[in-house]
């Protein structure tokens, strides 16, 4: 979990403990004994994600981006830029990391080439918290492509693709060369890796957006996307074709975040036992129901299916 900041302080990276059931009801003392904090920064962070491994998290900050191992706490920074990072997300292998930014550039970084390390000053904000000095950031370079659009100097990033300002990524995990980025002005489009200066392989029509930072979801089998519209619309489409399968109002507020439930159908290339299949078809979804997702809006959490 990460803390926005504000002009007073920057900031921080949390780890949530589940591992034991969480009371609620009980007093906030008992929420926050299952929280540790692992790093603070002088500046905003805008996003985070974590390898599925849980080793390692990445941060979007308005500087740039960096790599945090979850278990030493050491924290290196892969990709500086004058543009805030506003999306992330690990590419499945574990190797790559997407940032999208406020200027609409979307990079690819391999974060296994060699970073740049800081060393932590000052005091520390929590029990076992690292906090990161300031970085100044590198010279801007123009683009290859001649837009007017600027990407942070970086010897580790692919070629970058360019939309408006970039709210979400989402990596497929049954091929490593494609994800799907959406932008403020409603934009949704598939990119293949390997051909981004080719522009996108698919677009998703329909969605309604103008400044909200709106998330993408993807079902287990990786058929369907998902996203809300400031309309309050909640659309879905056919990753494949772009068609738009599905498109209602379902609530009287943004709908900014989703979760299919797990079926066991994922890519992660380990065999799951019956036991755990069983528990994830009784209790996540109905299994009579052709598909369903939770989605989250101010108003609270719903879950909608198909028939």
Not at 73 to 100: K, P
Not at 150 to 171: H, T, W
Not at 181 to 186: E, I, K, T, V
């Amino acid at each position: 979990m990460t803390t926005f900041g504000s002009g007073a302080a920057g900031g921080s990276v949390y780890i949530l403990n589940l591992h034991e059931p969480l009371d609620l009801i009980l007093s906030s003392g008992s929420l926050l004994s299952h929280i540790s904090q692992i790093a603070s920064f002088d500046r905003t962070i805008w996003t985070a994600d974590c390898n599925s491994h849980g080793t390692q998290a990445v941060i979007g900050t308005n500087l740039g981006a960096a790599l945090i191992n979850l278990e030493t706490e050491d924290v290196s920074w892969f990709y500086r830029s004058r543009s805030d990072v506003f999306s992330q997300q690990f590419i499945h292998s574990g190797n790559v990391v997407l940032c999208g930014q406020r200027n609409g550039a979307v990079i690819s970084v391999d974060i296994r080439q060699k970073q740049s390390r800081f060393h932590p000053a000052g005091p520390s904000r929590g029990p076992n918290a690292r906090r990161i000095t300031h970085v100044s950031p590198v010279r801007d370079e123009e683009s290859s492509t001649g837009l007017r659009h600027k990407v942070g100097r970086n010897l580790n990033s692919s070629d970058a693709v360019f939309m408006s300002s970039v709210c979400s990524l989402v990596a497929l995990q049954s091929d490593d060369n494609y994800f799907l980025a959406s932008s403020m002005d409603g934009s949704i489009k598939l990119f293949d890796c390997r051909l981004l200066q080719r522009g996108s392989v698919q677009s998703y029509a329909g969605h309604v957006n103008s400044h909200t930072r709106l998330q993408l979801g993807v079902n287990p089998s990786e058929t369907f996307l998902i996203s809300g519209g400031e309309d309050c619309f909640l659309r879905i489409w056919s990753i494949k074709n772009g068609e738009l399968i599905f498109g209602e109002k379902v609530s009287d507020s943004v709908l900014t975040s989703f979760c299919w439930p797990k079926t066991g159908n994922e890519f992660d290339g380990k065999q799951k036992s019956r036991k755990q299949l069983e528990c994830c078809s009784e209790h996540s979804y109905f299994p009579t129901h052709s598909w369903g997702t939770w989605l989250g809006s101010p108003d609270g959490l719903f879950y909608t299916h198909g028939t």
